[in-house]
């Protein structure tokens, strides 16, 4: 399903800075819930349900790390619920960190119990936006945002994919028959399988370029490396990193990434002027 874009006026983006390198980011923020040890599962499952005042705090502290990248992919936020105080994260860290673009994928509809959904916060406008729901088990989706022109488009693909391993095949699947006619493609998420899990599943065929282990679960000692960026050869790898934060379960992974320079003026060209 393909959706209408509306940017906001103002950009904190300065292309003059760095106008070839992307900085990209992916976490899975767990709501803002503040699991840190496997034992809260159990004692702190009531904020799965309920609001805890301290979720706010958390919110503002995670928003302080994604207000340094330029397109981010976030999985288990909350798209305004009981227990989150009816708080649309995604709009709420959009917000904090002034970025042009955001975008709500709502997968889990609860009600007043639970907006359980996937986000996509941008410096750059994307000109189409899609969703998708992924094969399977109700409740996984793919948000695709497409960036540029239709000359040198950027297509970003922001999943949460499926925990059993022929759920996530077929799911890959699809992603992959969403982005096999595009040069220039990012995919990343909270993908529930190690890196060398990837290489040998159907997106593989695309030749996705999948850095090493760079484990990002749990966040209190990172020994499962379950939440990946992967992008095509045409994007040149500058940096990976898991970064120190424990906000969540999971910790954020980021990555920068040298574009074209075709591709990088057919970007700046999206981005609105600051005033």
């Known amino acids: 399903m ?18 070839s390198v992307l900085r990209l980011l992916s976490y899975n923020i767990q709501a803002a819930i503040g699991t840190s040890s496997f034992h809260h599962y159990v004692t702190r499952s009531w904020r799965h349900v309920l609001p805890d005042w301290r979720g706010l705090q958390r919110l503002d502290r995670i928003g302080q790390v994604l ?12 798209g305004g619920s009981l227990r989150s105080g009816f708080v649309n994260q995604v709009a ?22 639970g907006q359980f959904s996937n986000g996509v916060l941008s410096r750059f ?10 094969p399977g088990l109700k409740g996984r989706g793919a ?15 922001a999943v949460h994919l499926a925990l059993s391993e022929k759920a996530r095949n077929r799911q ?26 990837i290489s040998s599943t159907p997106i593989n065929s695309h030749l996705m370029q999948v850095p090493g282990d760079h484990h990002t679960y749990p966040s ?15 994007l040149k790898i500058r940096n990976v990193k898991v970064l120190d934060c424990d906000y969540s379960d999971h910790r954020p992974i980021s990555m920068e990434v040298a574009l074209p320079k075709p591709l990088a003026l057919a970007l700046i060209g999206k981005i609105p002027q600051i005033s």
């Open 172 to 197: 890959l699947e699809y992603v992959r028959e969403i982005i096999q006619h595009y040069e220039h493609v990012i995919v990343m998420g909270d993908m529930n399988c190690r890196a060398d899990q």
């Open 143 to 157: 948000i695709v945002a497409k960036y540029g022109n239709d000359e040198h488009t950027l297509v970003l693909v």
């Open 92 to 113: 709420y860290l959009a917000d904090l960190g002034r970025f042009d673009y955001w975008y709500q994928q709502l997968n889990r509809n609860l009600g007043r119990f």
């Open 2 to 19: 393909k959706y209408d874009i509306n940017p906001s006026s103002k950009s904190s983006f300065d292309p003059e800075n760095h106008p």
């Open 220 to 234: 209190w000692k990172p020994t499962r490396n379950i939440d990946h960026i992967l992008v095509s050869p045409s």
């Open 67 to 78: 207000a340094h990248y330029d397109l981010i992919s976030l999985q288990e936020v909350d």
């Open 125 to 134: 406008v994307p000109f189409e936006i899609e969703d998708h729901k992924l």
